[in-house]
């Protein structure tokens, strides 16, 4: 196999990552809007569509798992030209705030939300107004990572 093609190949799963997580955040942030609008008047819908948000999570997890390893074998292929330009770095840092943004603000106010279900209705408030801001923040970063890694 020549390195070419590795590199077609690795940039395709590549792709193929990013389309499952962006796919997968865009359907999540359609589903929480409906979350949201159901929240106080029509809980046991409110529920399942946030037992439903769950296990479309996991399609998330496998794109970002596909993301950073074809990332990773990208950079291993190209003999890390990359590591020292500028625009990589952002990137990588972008990568860095969009996990970190997802793990602290995102799991944290889908776990509020779905506890003030039957509870506590300000903090299940207070979790969408974080959420609709976080889904926000997640679509910026990753418009921002794709001009990046295009433009280079
Ligand atoms: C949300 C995360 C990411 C997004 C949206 C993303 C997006 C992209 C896109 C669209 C390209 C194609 C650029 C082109 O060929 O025109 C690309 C290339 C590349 N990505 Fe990523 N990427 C992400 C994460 C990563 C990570 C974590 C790494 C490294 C560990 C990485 C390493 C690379 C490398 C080295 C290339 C250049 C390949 C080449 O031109 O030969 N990426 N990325």
Do not use: P
Request: charged share 15%; with cysteine.
């Amino acid at each position: 196999m020549n390195t070419l093609f590795s590199l077609q190949v690795l940039l395709i799963l590549h792709l193929t990552g990013l389309t499952l997580m962006a796919g997968t955040t865009a359907a999540e942030y359609v589903t929480f809007k409906e979350i949201a609008k159901l929240f106080s008047t029509e809980k046991e819908r409110a529920r399942s569509l946030i037992g439903l948000m769950k296990k479309v999570s996991l399609l998330l997890g496998i794109g970002a798992a596909l993301l950073i390893t074809s990332g990773a074998g990208l950079l291993l292929l190209t003999n890390g030209v990359f590591v020292h330009q500028a625009w990589f770095q952002i990137k990588l840092s972008l990568v860095l705030a969009l996990i970190l943004n997802g793990f602290t603000v995102g799991t944290r106010n889908e776990i509020k939300l779905r506890k003030s279900i039957d509870a506590d209705a300000v903090q299940g408030i207070t979790a969408i107004r974080k959420l609709k801001r976080f889904y926000l923040v997640q679509c910026g970063l990753f418009f921002t990572i794709i001009i990046l890694s295009v433009f280079k």
